[in-house]
């Protein structure tokens, strides 16, 4: 079964150079096993310092895992690499949705091999958490396979055995001999029914098979034997599969917890599924009150010894999982809380405290999933107030501060996690903000985000592309680098969006007296292009944050340079997101709050300069959507609120305007040769036109089409949606609406329409929807003035539509329709639609009556006789008939 099940619609840009290169090795070791084996453990042991890419880029890889895993010749080994790399390649992209390897893994479960069976679960476990593929694992086959999996140390009618006896390495007789059985139910059917035994009958039957290890042969024949001397039914060969082979290695210690694992994980690939609706137990245990107090159990500070680490990290992520989402119950969670006052949750903090503030342990990997999977359970309880109480008596706080504190650089992932839970508990308890403050908590993330960055600084670290990252830096480095550019977004996040601020007024004077978050901000933004813009937005928030929480702090600000770096970098070459474009006028506004900043950027003048930069070729493409409206109505705002900087703005939207009429009528560039380097603008071409391109906005384009004498409509029309989606807030004022005509954006926009590229179809799209409404929001504000410009732009098209045409003879006559230009009927259809816009927009006021004037009356009497001359040439032409089908030869 292949990955991707239907053609994608949109194309998918290209991986950067390092990410290709892992692709390019990948396909060429594809006929090869073993090279296909050395290639895919070498990617999944090798950092992956890259953000998050599209699935449907890795469709080719895909398909040769999906060959491998479907292969029965394949060695187990090179089956879990294949799984590795599948689970490598969903935790890092997005549309998980394209995945359809199910059939696979759902055989896979089946394995005699419980190295391909945990490396399956580990898969599911990420298929389970976004709900685009959560839905798809709720099958009923694949989750009674899970539930098969989860109840391998016990049965339906029976309470689960415990797992703890089952992690010492020397067991008891007792367990031994339980251990070593493998015990399941049945229910037989009467038409299966022998007629001769009368234990055979119809109903519930227990299957026993004791002292399972000593049977010979291999366990594919003894579970043939078992299942023709019990004629056990189908359904039930997989429980028996998965007990038996439980059962004849359970005398093998490590093979024993082996299979612990993939019982623990089963569990929480099944409690995860269970969010999706919250139902799927109706048919199936999943979890039961004794499965519970297992996991908790192991868990216990006395059974620390005893349990490996791995196994209680496994045990803290089941819990987590059942107590998430739709899983979570009143009985589960006052359960889990009640534990925490025989010290289970105080052991298990002081225990993750001392593992990973040790810098010099060997398995520090371990000790770092522990500390990951203890932070995520306490999450489980922030929004209970009793799971609140016993988290801050066990002494979470004094474990997460410490730990930012302390803790080096390696470690990044595990202290963003940490950071990320400051916020989910500060959020939800007021007890733990004070225990924050008092633990100096504002000063410890300042004094870790001024040493990350600093780090990265002197190390050379260059966020600034993941290509030029693969090419100049190994991969350790990058791989640090990430980490530490993941923290330190965390810690300004925290600094600047928790509900509740962290950060008291006298905090942002001292710190903004200080020289670390200072020289921080200077850095991220002298350096925007070097961090990203996920960095460069996070410290444009917390600058804003700050300022509106202490305006006193705008002296320090100014006299530091911080103000300066952030207008230089508005104004140059700053990196680009829907969000930095959302925050930039956000920031403007808190610069503007005191005279000296307001003059400052009246200096800088930065605004002009970033609506030329967000109006290139490949921006434009990245910031569709509701992001023009937003920027629009944030810009409408800072106006509003500081008069003075109207002209500049509306200047700035003049300049865009003019950029994207200058840029229609450059000349094309030539089309890129290599697969995938169309950009996010376009599409693949529908059957049957080839070479089409699909604009963003819906147009096709032929080839050739709007580019051969400028810039192609999948530019332009995407370009002209964003500037009139950005006016049209705009438009709403009087003020704002005469600074644009004054400036001749007006005459700007009705230029538009005698562009190449503009088609008759344009009309009909958004582009064109929110031209006519631009302009019509305009004249409800100036409509004698508009109403000229736009009435000799409608009175040109006409005399051009008239040009060597008798217009007496047109109305008498018949006129072909295909005579008429193309290029002219755009022209007037354009305007009409723009006339259009503007009286829906004076309809029901006194402007209306702007129209009744000479002019309007000129431009009313030729618009008649052209309809009627196309009515009548309509009307003239023969209906088109259908030529006959003739074969191949004639």
């Not at 067991?171 to 038409?191: D, F, H, L, N, W």
């Not at 022998?194 to 000593?214: C, K, N, Q």
């Not at 066990?394 to 990320?420: D, N, Q, T, W, Y």
Request: hydrophobic letters at 45%; proline letters at 5%.
């Amino acid at each position: 079964m292949a990955p991707v099940a239907q053609k994608k619609k949109k194309s998918v840009s290209a991986l950067c150079e390092g990410l290709d290169e892992i692709r390019r090795n990948i396909e060429a070791a594809a006929d090869n096993p073993t090279e296909l084996f050395n290639t895919l453990e070498s990617v999944v042991a090798s950092p992956w310092p890259y953000e998050k890419g599209d699935l449907s880029q890795w469709v080719s890889v895909l398909d040769i895992v999906d060959a491998e895993l479907g292969k029965e010749e394949s060695s187990s080994e090179l089956k879990v690499a294949c799984l590795k790399i599948t689970r490598q390649l969903l935790e890092n992209c997005s549309n998980r949705h394209v995945y359809n390897t199910y059939e696979h893994l759902t055989k896979l479960l089946g394995s005699n091999e419980c190295p391909v069976v945990m490396a399956v679960l580990r898969v599911l476990s990420v298929l389970a958490t976004p709900r685009s593929t959560r839905q798809v694992l709720c099958e009923p086959v694949l989750i009674s396979r899970l539930t098969a999996l989860a109840s391998i140390w016990g049965s339906a009618y029976e309470a689960t055995r415990s797992l703890l006896p089952c992690c010492h390495q020397t067991v008891t007789p007792a367990v031994m001999e339980v251990g070593t059985s493998a015990k399941i139910q049945i229910y037989r059917a009467a038409a299966t029914a022998p007629a001769t035994p009368a234990s055979r009958r119809e109903g519930l039957e227990d299957i026993v098979v004791e002292r399972a290890h000593e049977l010979e042969g291999s366990d594919e024949e003894a579970f043939s034997r078992i299942v023709a001397e019990n004629e056990v039914p189908s359904d039930a060969h997989f429980i028996l599969r998965a007990r038996l082979r439980l059962a004849r290695v359970f005398p093998d210690y490590p093979a024993r917890l082996q299979w612990m694992r993939v019982q623990i994980m089963s569990i929480t690939v099944l409690a995860q599924c269970q969010a999706y609706n919250g139902n799927i137990t109706a048919p199936y245990v999943v979890v039961n009150e004794e499965q519970l107090a297992e996991l908790i159990e192991l868990l216990q500070p006395e059974h620390q010894e005893v349990v490996p680490l791995d196994i209680q990290t496994l045990a803290l992520k089941a819990l987590s999982g059942l107590l998430s989402e739709k899983t979570r119950k009143t009985s589960l969670l006052l359960a889990s809380t009640a534990v925490s006052h025989q010290a289970m949750l105080s052991s298990l903090i002081s225990r993750a405290k001392a593992l990973i503030l040790n810098e010099q342990a060997e398995d520090i990997v371990e000790r770092l999933r522990f500390g990951e999977a203890l932070l995520a359970f306490s999450w489980m309880f922030a929004s209970s107030s009793a799971g609140v109480t016993a988290l801050n008596n066990s002494g979470i706080m004094h474990f997460i501060i410490p730990a930012i504190k302390e803790c080096g650089a390696r470690k990044g992932r595990f202290l963003s996690l940490a950071v990320k839970t400051l916020e989910v508990l500060m959020n939800y308890s007021g007890d733990m903000h004070q225990v924050f403050r008092d633990q100096d908590g504002v000063n410890v993330l300042v004094a870790r985000a001024s040493a990350e960055m600093q780090g990265m600084l002197d190390d050379g670290g260059d966020m600034e592309t993941e290509e030029a990252a693969a090419v100049t830096r190994p991969a350790k480095n990058r791989k640090d680098d990430f980490e530490r550019c993941r923290l330190l977004g965390s810690i300004l996040h925290l600094l600047s969006s928790a509900a509740t601020p962290i950060a008291s007024a006298a905090d942002v004077r001292e710190l903004m007296n200080g020289t670390l978050l200072p020289n921080l901000l200077k850095a991220i933004f002298d350096h925007s292009k070097r961090w990203g813009a996920s960095i460069y937005e996070k410290g444009a928030a917390l600058l804003t944050e700050f300022i509106h929480q202490e305006p006193g702090c705008m002296p320090q600000v100014i006299s530091l340079g911080v103000a300066k770096s952030v207008l230089d970098s508005i104004a140059g070459d700053f990196p680009l997101s829907r969000g930095v474009v959302n925050m930039i006028p956000a920031v403007l506004g808190a610069l503007c709050l005191s005279q000296a900043g307001l003059r400052i950027v009246e200096e800088v003048q930065p605004i002009s300069k970033f609506m030329k930069a967000i109006c290139a070729d490949k921006k434009v493409a990245m910031l569709q959507g509701d992001c023009p409206s937003n920027l629009g109505m944030q810009l409408e705002e800072l106006m509003r609120h500081n008069p003075s900087l109207l002209e500049t703005c509306m200047a700035g939207c003049v300049d865009m305007a003019k950029h994207v009429a200058l840029r229609a009528l450059e000349p094309p560039k030539p089309p890129a040769s290599s697969e995938g380097s169309s950009g996010p603008a376009s599409e693949a071409a529908p059957p049957g036109e080839a070479g089409a391109v699909v604009a963003t906005s819906g147009a096709v384009v032929a080839p050739g089409e709007g580019g051969a004498e400028g810039a192609p409509a999948s530019y332009l029309f995407p370009a002209i949606e964003f500037l009139c989606k950005l006016l049209e807030p705009l438009m709403s004022a009087a003020e704002h609406a005469r600074a644009f005509v004054r400036n001749g954006g007006l005459a700007t926009l009705l230029s538009y329409m005698d562009l190449p590229q503009i088609t008759r179809e344009f009309v009909k799209l958004e582009a064109g929807k929110f031209l006519s409404l631009v302009i019509g929001k305009a004249a409800f504000h100036q409509p004698q003035e508009i109403l000229k410009d736009v009435i000799a732009a409608t009175k040109k098209a006409l005399d051009n539509l008239h040009d060597g045409k008798d217009g007496k003879a047109a109305v008498g006559g018949a006129v072909s329709v295909k005579a008429l230009e193309e290029r002219k009927l755009v022209s007037l259809e354009l305007c009409v639609s723009i006339l259009s816009g503007i009286i829906g927009c004076l309809r029901g006021t006194s402007a209306v009556f702007e129209w009744h004037n000479q002019g309007g009356t000129a431009i009313v009497e030729p618009l008649v006789e052209v309809y009627v001359a196309l009515r009548i040439a309509a009307a003239a032409e023969p209906p088109a008939v259908a030529e006959p089908v003739e074969d191949a030869a004639s």
